[in-house]
């Protein structure tokens, strides 16, 4: 078995983004320009918040923080992702869940330019993905893709059985395995016989959100075995969703929780903001279109 170790693959691609940040400031004096939009003081979301101000910082990108009270009408907000759309020092907006009740994320998030929602869950993107096209993918799907490449891993041809249809994890997950000519089947909570479905998978990913779903018995030997999950077991650990000590004794690869697709995700979201950077200064310079 060997590890998928989404850690040190997300420190290499920080550290390239790193150096193009610094070699496009020392040439043009710019770098880019990250907006995060936060309502409301939920402690975790300001803990997550401050640790991607801190890992954008270190990579020389801008952050530029956006804080509503709780009570803020959504009309407010609009404006806010409006003026943002508009500032030329802001490659990329993202919003900070949860929301309070008054405010619809749907709203808020079709507001985003879409050459500026580097979270790619805009309608637009999510289509664009889905049709093959370029866009922005949403982070951890893609961090899933970038980790199975950096380890040589091939997609093409292979049967892949998602469970979980999220729409930020499993439905794009979705997309781009058949982007990649996988042949995909993905599983639901009312999925009949889910072990049928993953013993024929060459590569599993599991985004369910509970702690030892995927156990031994559920795959073949030397299956692919990508673990979304984010949990805390009881003694406060965070643990995926795949039983790691059996589940790696069978497969080829595994990702491990935390160190695996979690250090993916951060990572995708600041090679985004890179891509949003590079696009949003070719339209500014006349070299595209807009594509709205
Ligand atoms: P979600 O929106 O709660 O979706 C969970 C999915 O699992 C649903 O589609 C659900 O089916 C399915 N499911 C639940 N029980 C099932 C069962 N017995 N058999 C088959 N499918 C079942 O969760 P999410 O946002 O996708 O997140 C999933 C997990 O990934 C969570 O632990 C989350 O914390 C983690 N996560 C990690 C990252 C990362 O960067 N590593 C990013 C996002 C999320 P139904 O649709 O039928 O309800």
Redesign the pocket.
Known sequence: MKLLDGKKVSIEIKEELKEKIRREKEKSGKVPGLGIIQIGHNEAASVYVQSQIKGSKALGIETYLYSFEDSVKEELVLQKIEELNQMEEIDGIILQLPLPEQINRSHILQAIDVNKDVDGFKTENIGRLHLGEEGFNP??PE?VITLLKKYDIPIESKNVTI????????KPMLGLFINHNATVTI?????KN?KEHTQKADIIVV????EK?LTADMIQEGAIVVD????RSIDEKIV??VDFDEVSRKASYITP?PG???S???AMLFQNIWKAFIRNRRIMNGEENKGE
């Open positions: 982070c951890t961090g469970i979980g249809r999220s729409n930020i994890v499993g599983c639901n909570s009312l999925t889910l985004a369910v959100g509970k779903f979304v999950g984010i949990n995926g969703d929780v695996g697709v979690g993916m995700t951060v």
